[in-house]
């Protein structure tokens, strides 16, 4: 059985619904062979990281920087997994109230250090809330896990 932990940060009501949707995407019927973990940032830690074979990140916009929780769990994780997990895939989606530019490139800054192979370009949900980010967040979670089951990743 492998493995996909899913650690976003979900403040509001909105950002609720996409953690949801990703974690319903992940749980596919037709998927089988994959266990799913979903963590808030400030309750996962290193042991959840190298227990997983691939790991969704989700996280709001903060002031064009990824939320402080999100933060804290790289700051929490980042050595006792440098090693490790090198290689680890990963996804990103980002809440964006304005473009998202800053949240991906902090995000990348961190992933790229700890040698982290993104699998996807990164679901940023830009602007005014749009329904259509729950389906788009729900088809991420779904193409992690079957990826994952498969073996491409």
């Known amino acids: 059985m492998k493995k996909l932990l899913i650690v976003t940060h979900a403040p509001s009501a909105n950002t609720l619904r996409l953690r949801e949707a990703v974690i319903q995407g992940a749980q596919h019927p037709d998927i089988s062979e994959v266990e ?3 963590i808030a940032p400030l309750e996962a830690n290193a042991e959840d990281v190298l227990a997983c074979d691939a790991i969704i990140l989700g996280t709001t916009e903060n002031l ?3 939320s402080g929780a999100l933060k804290d769990f790289f ?5 006792p997994c440098l090693e490790i997990k090198q290689g680890l895939p990963f996804a990103l989606y980002v809440r964006a109230g304005h473009d998202g530019t800053g949240t991906c490139r902090a995000v990348d800054t961190i992933t790229t250090g700890l040698r ?5 370009e990164h679901l940023v949900c830009r602007g005014e809330w749009q329904e259509d980010f729950v389906a788009q967040c729900q088809e991420l979670g779904t193409t992690m896990a079957m990826s994952l089951e498969a073996g491409i990743i």
């Open 116 to 120: 982290w192979k993104a699998v996807r």
């Open 64 to 66: 064009g920087y990824m």
């Open 75 to 79: 700051d929490r994780v980042y050595y």
């Open 36 to 38: 799913i973990s979903a």
